[in-house]
């Protein structure tokens, strides 16, 4: 009997812990597309903390300040201060990457910090006025990001990309309820008589 309960138990248990892993990263990209008005970057928008920083967003054509998705982007020193450039993030995150375009000439880099210290940084992207990537290439956790360019007014910044170490809560609800029913037929084989001789 504790053979076939053991080997159910295994079963079932192993695709529950998969997909509880494969819950534990909840993908987000920034595009700004969903802010109605012209502004400055809310303080605690889409889980980043962008309080004290000089980042403005705005639509509309403006070249070469290409968006790379919708029509928003964000940039630095719109107000003509570019003195802060960080962007926290509300939960410890690992950062992908970010779409930038501005004048030729300009160039941005970025560091990323966890704890205080600097853990990485990205190559340093020339831009142009078609967007281009530029990846973190560091797969750790961060928790805040400091945006170095040679002339901070002049870029845009679209389409940010983070995953948050967090686990969804529609996932969580669910591998609860997967155990539930494990538990659930684990006590009722308990419960049926042995027939075996």
Known sequence: ??????????????PLTL???????????????????DGLVPADYAGLDWSGSSWFQYAGEQAPYTPHSGDRRAT????????????????????????????????VAIDLY????????TATLDLGDSPAFLGSGYNGLVDRLVFRSNDPAFFVMDDLSFASAVPEPASGALA??????????IRRRRSVPSTQA
């Open 1 to 14: 009997m504790r053979k076939p309960l053991a080997r159910f138990f295994a079963r079932a248990c192993l």
């Open 19 to 37: 997909a509880l892993a494969a819950s534990f990263a909840s993908a987000t990209v920034v595009t700004f597309d969903d802010l109605g008005s």
């Open 76 to 107: 630095l020193g719109f107000d003509g201060s570019s003195a802060t450039s960080a962007i926290g993030f509300l939960t410890p995150s690992t950062f992908q990457g970010a779409w930038f375009a501005g004048f030729q000439g300009v160039n």
């Open 114 to 121: 966890f704890g205080g210290q600097l853990v990485a940084s």
């Open 176 to 185: 609860l309820g997967g155990l539930a029913v494990a538990a659930l037929v």
